[in-house]
């Protein structure tokens, strides 16, 4: 899950990484309340969890006198389609120089990654880009509970030497918080010291529990239906809703899907054992999504009884078609049922696959 600049910030904070002295307003007039109690000069920061978000006009500078104003005008804006809802207010700083630090999990080498560039700011993809010499790597083993003083050196190169306490720091976050990413893009000098002028920290969601986070707010209203009713549910692009039983045979029907030209609105595994009332649930959910056209149903009967699976397909009662593979037990009366209310039942996922494949075209 990703957590807001401000929330990072109070927790990098927390960990002796220093952040420009601010505060979250919710409306315009909460601003114009605080007015002779801020700087002169002030940088308002739309809190929305978009990259880029200085480009795409999410950090206004401000001042005493147009405060009010900039503030509604930037409540009134939404960033890459996200409405804003909260501007954290920070003292301006007056910056001499941008890094860019970050430790993030290497899935492959099971390692904790970290990188350090003196160029950084708002383009550090394009920096990875055009010149991935400027940025340096480390790897280390997630046993360790400090960075090498080696790595801390090789890394910094010739920036301030005060910005290994800041990794530190970083990387100590990193590891209490279970983060995926732990970012500071940009990494500050000032004439009064660094700071961290932007925060970002994804928490591995399967660390959600153990961080006493109850509410993974990064999921759709329909990913938090699917976690309700325990289904493995993962919305993608295409058009067509796919429910299987089982993550292999689930996934072999995206793949199906793909190899006929055709683009999967989701993935959702029922999981073993699916009773009516499941299936019913299951087919309800992806057919709620409006992208959704046509819904192929592939699975497969063991404990799950195909004439269960048919009778929960015939209650969901929706409205856009649905193509059902069901081999197994209880294969003839599940596909009895199906053909007495109008459904199409195929031999093979192949054939169900090219249908729906069919149907969308
Ligand atoms: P992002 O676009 O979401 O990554 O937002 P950042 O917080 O990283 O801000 C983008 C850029 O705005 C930074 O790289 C800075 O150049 C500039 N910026 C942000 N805060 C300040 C500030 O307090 N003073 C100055 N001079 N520039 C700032
Ligand atoms: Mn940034």
Redesign the pocket.
Known sequence: MKLL?YEAKTIFAAHGIPV?KGMVIRSATELAAHIPDLPPEF?L?AQVE???????G??L?ADQEDGKDRAAELFDRTIRGVTVREILV??????TH?YYASIAVNRSSKQALLLFTDS???DIETLAQERPDAIRRASIPLLLNRIPSFMVRDLLGSAPKELGAILQNLYRVFLVKDALLAEI??L?TTSTGVYA??AKLIIDDNALGRQGITQNRDLTEREREAEKHGFSYVELCGDIGVIGNGAGLTMATLDLIEYYGGHAANFLDVGGGADQERVMHAVRLVAADPTVRVIVVNLLGGITRCDDVARGIISAGISQPVIVRLAGTNEAEGQRLLAGSGYQMMGSMEQAVLAAVEAVR
């Open positions: 600049e420009p940088v920061k978009v990259g880029g978000r200085g480009k795409a999410g950090i500078m920070e003292e301006r700083l007056a910056i941008e950084g700011g708002v893009n940009p500050v002028a932007d």
